[in-house]
């Protein structure tokens, strides 16, 4: 039973013990999911990640979010030099509540704040299937 707790307390720790200029201190990036007319728009919070360090990718009704921050300063003054270094890295699964259209599919970066489209797929409308009613024996 105690080793059941230190291993609950070890997991509940984990994304508390980052750093706290870590844009991942919770763990995980802070997401929104809204439905629009059109479909679903996602904005996730990713200060300090570069567009080219992050992974969108959408399978079937799946959504992953990637990405890695990587920030290195550097400060020479005449009595001082400071030399910082910043790593995280995240990954983010959602399912969706429907395959999105592939083909209209868009996600962009603006100040920090990646935000990713997802438009419904056509309707087809429902399609009714007749079932045969019949007698039992």
Same mark, same amino acid.
């Given at each position: 039973m105690s080793?059941?707790?230190?291993?609950?307390?070890?997991?509940?720790?984990?994304g508390r013990k980052l750093p706290a200029g870590s844009p991942f201190a919770g763990g995980f990036p802070?997401?929104?999911?809204?439905?629009t007319d059109t479909g679903l728009e996602l904005t996730a919070e990713? $200060?300090?990640?570069?567009?080219?360090?992050?992974?969108?990718?959408v399978s079937d009704r799946t959504l992953?979010?990637?990405?890695?921050?990587?920030?290195?300063?550097?400060?020479?003054?005449?009595?001082?030099?400071?030399?910082? !270094?910043?790593?995280g890295s995240f990954r983010r699964v959602m399912t969706l509540p429907f395959a999105p259209k592939k083909d209209g599919?868009?996600?962009?970066?603006?100040?920090?704040?990646?935000?990713?489209?997802? $438009? !419904? $797929?056509?309707e087809t409308g429902p399609q009714a299937h007749?079932?045969?009613?019949? !007698?039992?024996?």
């Amino acid at each position: 039973m105690s080793l059941q707790k230190e291993m609950d307390r070890l997991f509940e720790d984990f994304g508390r013990k980052l750093p706290a200029g870590s844009p991942f201190a919770g763990g995980f990036p802070s997401v929104n999911v809204s439905e629009t007319d059109t479909g679903l728009e996602l904005t996730a919070e990713l $200060p300090g990640v570069a567009e080219k360090d992050i992974d969108v990718s959408v399978s079937d009704r799946t959504l992953t979010l990637k990405g890695e921050k990587q920030e290195e300063k550097t400060v020479d003054e005449k009595d001082r030099h400071v030399s910082e !270094r910043s790593f995280g890295s995240f990954r983010r699964v959602m399912t969706l509540p429907f395959a999105p259209k592939k083909d209209g599919i868009e996600a962009h970066m603006d100040n920090g704040v990646l935000t990713v489209i997802l $438009p !419904r $797929p056509e309707e087809t409308g429902p399609q009714a299937h007749k079932i045969e009613v019949k !007698r039992k024996g």
